[in-house]
């Protein structure tokens, strides 16, 4: 039974760095559209160099729940859950990808 609480809890844990991760993301798109608005070239390097905390929280993420699999022997559902985590992470680090796009320099050059 203790195991299953262990499993839970990291489980838990994981949706929070998602959560964590998200808010990373929705305050660079916020940051990336006000840079260019106001073409902010310094904002924008800044953003650009936050995308890779970014990537890192992916890969933290990613290899949590791989050690979750191997170590916990997730039932289907958790698997499930898992799973989504996984591709969850994904299309969040892209979405950040594309604020930092945003940032680049050839949008800041056109009039």
């Known amino acids: 039974m203790e195991m299953r609480t262990t499993f ?5 844990e994981i949706q929070d760095d998602i959560l964590v ?4 993301v929705s305050k660079a798109i916020i940051r990336s559209v006000e840079a260019l608005k106001s073409r902010d070239i310094k904002a ?3 953003i650009i ?6 990537n890192r929280k992916r890969f933290e993420i990613e290899e949590s729940c791989i050690e979750l699999i191997a170590t916990q022997q997730p039932m289907a559902t ?7 985590i996984l591709n969850i992470t994904t299309e969040i680090e892209r979405i950040g990808d594309y604020a930092r796009r945003y940032c680049s320099y050839r949008n800041f ?3």
């Open 8 to 12: 839970h809890k990291r489980l838990r």
């Open 78 to 84: 958790d698997l499930r859950t898992i799973t989504a």
């Open 44 to 46: 924008a390097n800044q």
């Open 49 to 54: 160099a936050d995308d890779q905390g970014i």
């Open 21 to 24: 991760m998200g808010s990373m």
């Open 109 to 111: 050059n056109r009039q």
